[in-house]
Each structure stands twice: as C-alpha cells, then as structure tokens.
Nanobody
Framework: QVHLVQSGGGLVQAGARLTLSCAIN????????MAWFRQAPGQEREFVAA????????RYGDSVKGRFTISRDIAKSMLYLQMNNLPTEDTAVYYC??????????????????WGQGTQVTVSS
C-alpha cells in the first residue's frame, strides 16, 4: 500500500518560484512511477509531470515544460515539484500521484491509483 502526504503550496506573486513536496509512505520500490497533476476551478485534472522512481526518466506537460522540474530523493522517499516563473494561470490544486511501473508516465489521471490530499497553489498578479 502507498500513502502520499503533500506539503508546500500557498499564495505567491506572479514570477515567483515554489516547491511542492510529497512524502511517500509504505511501499517504495523500483516498480513505482510518480507524477504531479493539477486541477484549476471548473477544469479537468491536468497532467503536469511524471518520473520513474528508480531510473529518473521524466515527462512534462506542454504548459510547464522548461519551467517546472520533477525530482525525487530516494533516501528520503520524497517527490518534489519545483515551479519557476509562475504566472496566474498556474493557480490550481496540485496533487502527487503514484502507480506501478506499468503506468509508464501516463498523462491520464485514471491510470494513477494512489493520490495525495492535494495542496493549493495561488498565484496573484
């Protein structure tokens, strides 16, 4: 079983940088892949980034490429999302997710079985 606990988030001004964290409790092994999604009010949950837990292969959504970086600390069982140069359009609730290796960095939210509780990121102009 995998339990994800998120931290970070909050209110920042446009252009700022912010890092989200996700603690992974329970089974963490080479068979898992990890991801970040976000959901703005009235919008579908959107893929942000994903990576393999063991190999570090990454994938990014088009809207965040070049601005966001997904990373993990295996020793600490932590997943991170560093967000740079935030515009107001990045305002959303951000979720970390985990799945088996077969999920294969999927951009589809339904492919991911384990979710964090979500954390609000608000970017003000």
């Amino acid at each position: 079983q995998v339990h994800l606990v998120q931290s970070g988030g909050g209110l920042v001004q446009a252009g700022a940088r912010l890092t989200l964290s996700c603690a992974i409790n329970g089974r963490t092994s080479a068979t898992y892949t990890m991801a970040w999604f976000r959901q703005a009010p009235g919008q579908e949950r959107e893929f942000v980034a994903a990576m393999t837990w063991s190999g570090g292969t990454t994938r990014y959504g088009d809207s965040v490429k070049g601005r966001f970086t997904i990373s993990r600390d295996i020793a600490k069982s932590m997943l991170y999302l560093q967000m740079n140069n935030l515009p107001t359009e990045d305002t959303a609730v951000y979720y970390c997710a985990a799945g088996a290796l077969a999920v294969s960095l999927s951009t589809a939210k339904d492919a991911w079985p384990h979710w964090g509780q979500g954390t609000q990121v608000t970017v003000s102009s």
